[in-house]
């Protein structure tokens, strides 16, 4: 019997907690901010695995790096398997070539590569890529699918480029973002194979940096919209893949639960965190973690 050539993927837990640390750190604080996290006393590890995905993506340079530590701390802390998706945090990658594997693709990282390392989720179309590298939808699907082919999960930053005015009706706000991020989703989703799981993270690119995240009652409605194109797409097109929808920009401690927001949590709302600067606190990810696994209790 001919063998499968369909990619198998990592499990995709209901809630998401994942980081970047972009290019702010050197390699030698990276491997120092993953030992704290790792570290018991920081009291984020063990999280219950099946239900909360923990997910750092480093820089390129640390990748390797941390992987190892990865590989060794769970050696020494279990007997059974060692494999990357029993260790404690999925380890992912901020980028990958549009070719899945080897070949002559001079300072292109190929996903058959960081798949060797253990690696998992990849992350692509950063707002940040798209402003500074001229990224299009194009180009961000075609690199997913080939981290897709490769059994590797593609990480989707989705955007629109302007605030919203609030002053007028929700919907019409809504609407106004979703002409941005309709044609983000669909060409996405139309590049991967239809069993592939991907995360969405919702990043509002005017929110990116800021001193506050979107509003609650302004991301709220736009995620139900993306899921609804979501909807629509595995209805007509028979996508069966996973696909779980998250938040980044500003996004830090008091944002799930409401604690900040006069009540109203983002928790109910998305599947998950994309935290960038507000994580560069160990005790502001520990924050965070306590928020989320308070909410699935
Ligand atoms: O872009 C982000 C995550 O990808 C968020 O970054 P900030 O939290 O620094 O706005």
Request: net charge negative.
């Amino acid at each position: 019997m001919a063998a499968s050539n369909q990619p198998t993927y990592p499990h995709l837990p209901p809630k998401l907690i994942l980081m970047s640390t972009k290019a702010y750190f050197s390699p030698a604080h990276t491997i120092n901010y993953l030992k704290s996290l790792l570290d018991p006393s920081s009291g984020i590890i063990p999280l219950p695995t099946s239900d909360i995905l923990f997910g750092l993506i480093p820089d390129f340079l640390s990748i390797h790096p941390c992987a190892a530590i990865l590989s060794e701390h769970s050696q020494s802390t279990s007997t059974s398997s060692k494999h990357p998706q029993q260790w404690p945090l999925h380890l992912g990658a901020q980028d990958s070539f549009w070719e899945p594997t080897y070949g002559a693709y001079t300072g292109c990282t190929v996903p058959a590569a960081l798949k060797t390392l253990g690696i998992t989720i990849v992350e692509f179309g950063h707002a940040e890529r798209r402003r500074l590298l001229s990224e299009t939808d194009e180009t961000t699907a075609k690199k997913a699918a080939a981290a897709s082919q490769t059994g590797l999960i593609p990480l989707v930053c989705i955007g629109e480029l302007n605030a919203p005015d609030l002053q007028g009706p929700m919907s019409m706000a809504v609407g106004n973002a979703m002409s941005q991020l309709t044609p983000q989703i669909t060409s996405l989703l139309s590049a991967i194979p239809l069993h592939a799981p991907v995360i969405f993270a919702y990043e509002p690119v005017w929110a990116i940096g800021a001193a506050e995240p979107a509003g609650v009652e302004f991301v709220g409605p736009v995620v139900q919209a993306i899921r609804q194109v979501v909807g629509k797409f595995e209805k007509t097109r028979g996508r069966t893949g996973v696909t779980r929808v998250v938040y980044g920009g500003s996004a830090g401690p008091g944002l799930w639960s409401g604690r900040t927001n006069g009540g109203m949590g983002l928790g109910e709302w998305v599947d998950g965190m994309f935290l960038g600067r507000f994580a560069h606190r160990i005790e502001g990810v520990k924050d965070v973690v306590d928020e989320v696994v308070g909410s699935m209790a």
